[in-house]
């Protein structure tokens, strides 16, 4: 189970961190990616990573201001977003499979998903 949060309004520049807890499985044995999707578009990948090589990937438009990151102890993945724009308005998911997929960026690879937590990036 996955239990995304930490969205919020914030205004355009600003920085949010989003969490994604897990429950009844080390969050360091699955494979967690980032979903978004925006009112009247379609769902959009942003951010993922894979153990071995230890490489992240990220949408285009977020990479050099989105991180992915893990604490194992917590058992929870972020994402720090920095330098928030409108366009980064949207429902945020977690969503998590357990090996590493080459289409990484499909929703649909994902079996797992988390409740969604909303990013508002507005002034």
């Known amino acids: 189970q996955l239990q995304a949060s930490g969205g919020g309004l914030v205004q355009p520049g600003g920085s949010l961190r989003l969490s994604c807890e897990a429950s009844?499985?080390?969050?360091?044995?699955?494979?967690v990616a980032w979903f978004r999707q925006a009112p009247g578009k379609e769902r959009e990948f942003v951010a993922s990573?894979?153990?071995?090589?230890?490489?992240?990937y990220y949408k285009g438009s977020v990479k050099g201001r989105f991180t992915i990151s893990r604490d194992n102890a917590k058992n929870a993945v972020y994402l720090q977003m920095n330098s928030l724009k409108p366009e980064d308005t949207a429902l945020y998911y977690c969503?998590?499979?357990?090996?590493?997929?080459?289409?990484?960026?499909?929703?649909?690879?994902?079996?797992?998903w988390g409740q969604g937590t909303q990013v508002t990036v507005s002034s």
């Open positions: 009844g499985r080390p969050v360091s044995s699955l494979i």
């Open positions: 969503a998590s499979r357990h090996h590493w997929s080459v289409l990484y960026y499909s929703g649909d690879q994902y079996p797992y």
């Open positions: 990573f894979r153990e071995i090589p230890s490489k992240p």
